[in-house]
């Protein structure tokens, strides 16, 4: 009989609980940082109510913006932290 022999060392592709746990804050905290970016120029038309001037984009587009940049950022770490722990793990000790 031949054994199947797994190259990952049984390591195979999966969502882990710590990756989850990781990635909801990480995309709250890339959403603030972005929206804070967009918004830095949004300001009160009058005091007595909510109405927001948020130079070109309104603020419902300036929110929707900033989520769309945090999706992308998120995406572009998970890539880099998985990147960097593979060289981690080849490397020879």
Same mark, same amino acid.
């Given at each position: 009989m031949l054994k199947k022999t797994d190259p990952? *060392? *049984?390591k195979g592709r %999966?969502?882990?609980p710590a990756l989850? +746990?990781?990635a909801v804050p990480l995309l709250l905290v890339n959403w603030f940082?972005?929206?804070a970016? +967009? *918004?830095r120029d949004?300001?009160?038309l009058y005091e007595g109510g909510n109405i927001t001037d948020c130079g070109g984009l309104s603020e419902e587009e300036m929110s929707a913006a900033s989520g769309l940049v945090a999706l992308v950022? +998120?995406?572009l770490q998970i890539v880099l932290v998985v990147v960097v722990? %593979? %060289? =981690? =793990?080849s490397r020879p000790r």
């Amino acid at each position: 009989m031949l054994k199947k022999t797994d190259p990952a *060392g *049984g390591k195979g592709r %999966r969502i882990t609980p710590a990756l989850v +746990l990781g990635a909801v804050p990480l995309l709250l905290v890339n959403w603030f940082v972005t929206s804070a970016i +967009l *918004g830095r120029d949004c300001v009160v038309l009058y005091e007595g109510g909510n109405i927001t001037d948020c130079g070109g984009l309104s603020e419902e587009e300036m929110s929707a913006a900033s989520g769309l940049v945090a999706l992308v950022m +998120l995406v572009l770490q998970i890539v880099l932290v998985v990147v960097v722990s %593979r %060289r =981690r =793990r080849s490397r020879p000790r």
